[in-house]
């Protein structure tokens, strides 16, 4: 064969072969054009949501934002005066940056703290669910209104304030039905699913959501990349200890023991920590609901006892008074029983759930400096603590 039938061979190839069609012809043809407006962030462990950048917009998708197999949710972000892209007419469109967020959850403050942004917060469902001494001081000042309870809105309250954003929680069947009166009134409705992450690099990673909507890309690169650094240098440390202490967690209810499954975001820190945790073969993502007879003859024996209690007045004895069996324990006999309940609020508001959201490092440096006091000998515990007798 001659060098140009080859040539020519290779040439329709390479045309045909590499040309996008559809829709991500769009995308690519949108993409190449020069970004001038936007600072970039990658995701890198989080899988429930994504951020694409373009010219003139963002484009925000919450993946199966209720749980479980659904619909993923789309959103443009763009600044004021410019033109949504007609491609995308199916998705909510924000303006950015962000000045005003009527927030659901009390891990939304922690995003919002990790961005010093506290500030952009007008609304809260639950005024009482509040750790952040920033946030509590809004409160006082009038400048944040309670617009629900328990995840519940106050429709009319929320139209009333016509926040640029409000940012709720994707509870499991939740639908998008239960916004229409808000997104028919122009206040967009914007879904967080942190919670089905099941890493902690994973959820806390969802602080770059935020700074997508604030505008606030190049604050978050670069605290969150010393988050990831810090995270990798604790795990890694973590790996050379030589034995695994065992581990409990948790507490029995009236209705079940709800042990975290071996894929939850627990049971990767009590892995990254280097402890040995009984049930991290489980295949499951949240919770596995035990009965205290399946728990028992484990905890028995195990040498630690982590996230027990509620209350930040709670001691070992009043741990006991719940039920008499939490006396056998061997973490019980030897006081190794710790609570996340250092940072409680004069509301009974845990900090575990605002701040230590964004700061998986030392979340994982408290459960080391509990499970390797020699790996971490100058580390002061920040969200755990030792319940007294």
Partial sequence: ????????????????????????????????????QFVKTEIHHARGF????????????????????GDTLQYILQRKGAVTPADYSHAQRIEIPVKSLAAMSSMHIGLLGFL??????????????????????????????????????????????????????????????????????GIPVMINSEWVEQTPLARAEWVKLMAALLDKEGLVNKKFAQVET?????????????????????????????MPAGNSYMARFFDDAGADYHWHDSPATGSLPL????????????????????????????????????????ATQTGRVYSYNRLISDQGSNDFFESGSVNPHTVLADMIR??????LPDHQLVYYKQLPQ
């Fill in 1 to 36: 064969m001659s060098k140009l039938p080859y040539l020519l061979i290779l040439l329709t190839l390479l045309i045909h072969g590499c040309t996008p069609s559809g829709n991500e012809q769009k995308e690519q043809s949108a993409a190449a054009d020069t970004v001038t």
């Fill in 230 to 258: 810090e995270y990798e240098r604790l795990s890694t440390l973590a790996r050379k200890a030589t034995k695994k202490p065992t581990v409990l967690s948790g507490m029995n209810t009236k209705d079940a023991w709800f």
């Fill in 291 to 330: 009965s205290f007879e399946a728990v028992y003859p484990f905890a028995l024996q195990a040498e630690y006892w982590l996230n027990v209690g509620f209350d930040s007045r709670d001691t070992r004895r009043s741990i006991i008074a719940q039920d008499p069996r939490y006396a056998d324990f061997k």
């Fill in 116 to 185: 010093d942004a506290e500030n952009v917060l007008t609304g809260l469902g639950s005024l009482q669910y509040v750790y952040s001494p920033k946030v509590i001081e809004l409160i006082k000042a009038g400048k944040i209104a309670e617009v629900g309870r328990d995840q519940g809105l106050n429709d009319e309250k929320v139209i009333e304030m016509r926040p640029d954003l409000v940012m709720t929680v994707g509870n499991p069947g939740g639908k998008m039905d239960h916004y229409r009166t808000l997104r028919e009134a």
């Fill in 370 to 375: 509990i499970f390797h006091p020699d790996l």
């Fill in 50 to 69: 994504g951020i694409r950048y373009f010219k003139d917009f963002k484009l925000v998708s919450i993946i199966n934002p209720f749980g479980g197999q």
